[in-house]
T-cell receptor, first 112, second 114 residues
Framework: QKEVEQDPGPLSVPEGAIVSLNCTYS??????FMWYRQYSRKGPELLMY????GNKEDGRFTAQVDKSSKYISLFIRDSQPSDSATYLC????????????FGQGTTLQVKP | DSGVTQTPKHLITATGQRVTLRCSPR?????VYWYQQSLDQGLQFLIH???????AKGNILERFSAQQFPDLHSELNLSSLELGDSALYFC?????????????FGEGSWLTVV
């Protein structure tokens, strides 16, 4: 079993829909939770960053962390075709090693 | 543009060969990280260097090695290449050791081993 599980999709939604992306994890020692967006053949780009449990909102994006359930989510409101990409969740332990544990990524397509 | 520069962008090489991937971190960043992304394993942490010193090691094969030079650029050396080493190799950087919120990824180097 992988430390971080993420449904690879693909997920196809119409423009304007609310998108929900999720990851589960097994190691309760994770403290930092991130969502990255990766366009085809490009480097991952940090979208959202959360420390410990709670919600964080940034524009159309909302990240939620539920440590009791070992479950994190990313919501995208009013999805746009430009949101079509692969979304990767990532987690890390406390400490400054830069070692991120990534999910497999969910491929999202937003159709006009 | 993240400010992290990787070269080459693409390379094709034969099994058994050795290649070197190069990374220039963002200006002022002291930490360099290497990650490997493959279809079956996803994105995996390989190694972290801070100001020339190795700080953390992940799932890096013994055939692979890395170093960070005094000018802070880094190289990832891959030797005795196998077909399974074909992957996208990312370099990332941050100003100091970070837990994720300030790590910036380059565009990657596509390695194809034939």
């Amino acid at each position: 079993q992988k430390e971080v599980e993420q449904d690879p999709g693909p997920l196809s939604v119409p423009e304007g829909a609310i998108v929900s992306l999720n990851c589960t994890y097994s190691n309760s020692a994770f403290q930092y939770f991130m969502w990255y967006r990766q366009y085809s053949r490009k480097g991952p780009e940090l979208l959202m960053y959360t420390y410990s449990s709670g919600n964080k909102e940034d524009g159309r994006f909302t990240a939620q962390v539920d440590k009791s359930s070992k479950y994190i989510s990313l919501f995208i409101r009013d999805s746009q075709p430009s949101d079509s990409a692969t979304y990767l969740c990532a987690m890390s332990f406390s400490g400054n090693t830069g070692k991120l544990i990534f999910g497999q990524g969910t491929t999202l397509q937003v159709k006009p | 543009d993240s400010g992290v520069t990787q070269t080459p962008k693409h390379l094709i090489t034969a099994t058994g060969q050795r290649v070197t991937l190069r990374c220039s971190p963002r200006s002022g960043d002291l930490s360099v990280y290497w990650y490997q992304q493959s279809l079956d394993q996803g994105l995996q942490f390989l190694i972290h260097y801070y100001n020339g010193e190795e700080r953390a090691k992940g799932n890096i094969l013994e055939r692979f090695s890395a170093q960070q030079f005094p000018d802070l650029h880094s190289e990832l050396n891959l030797s005795s290449l196998e077909l399974g080493d074909s992957a996208l190799y990312f370099c990332a950087s941050s100003s100091q050791g970070a837990s994720g919120n300030t790590i910036y990824f380059g565009e990657g180097s596509w390695l194809t081993v034939v």
